[in-house]
Nanobody
């Protein structure tokens, strides 16, 4: 199983990015997917999650209303749309998928700065 995140970049405050989490050898429709982030010198913060059973999505209060999850089943890819980005969103973002066990991607860097 391999998870590959992409889409991280340097963006100005107020901008948008879409992160991707592409999976191989794992059907994302059947897995609980989470996004977490880690800013420099800080702990890991949970950002968002999607329930494979009913497709419900969940967001941390810090991103609610700005971030949204979507899934492309044909591409076996989960997306994290991030709007109205703030400097405090700067972090390494990781996706993780739980099926028989927890699988992690390598992360993608998001930097929000003017």
């Amino acid at each position: 199983v391999q998870l590959v995140e992409s889409g991280g970049a340097l963006v100005q405050p107020g901008g948008s990015l879409r992160l991707s989490c592409a999976a191989t050898d794992l059907d994302l429709k059947l897995a609980t997917i989470i996004w977490v982030r880690q800013a420099p010198g800080k702990g890991v913060e949970w950002v968002a999650a999607i329930n494979p059973i009913d497709g419900d999505t969940y967001y941390a209060d810090s991103v609610k209303g700005r971030f949204s999850l979507s899934r492309d089943d044909a591409a076996n890819t989960l997306y994290l749309q991030m709007n109205s980005l703030k400097p405090e969103d700067t972090a390494m973002y990781y996706c993780a998928a739980y099926s028989t066990r927890l699988f992690w991607g390598q992360g993608t860097q998001v930097t929000v700065s003017s």
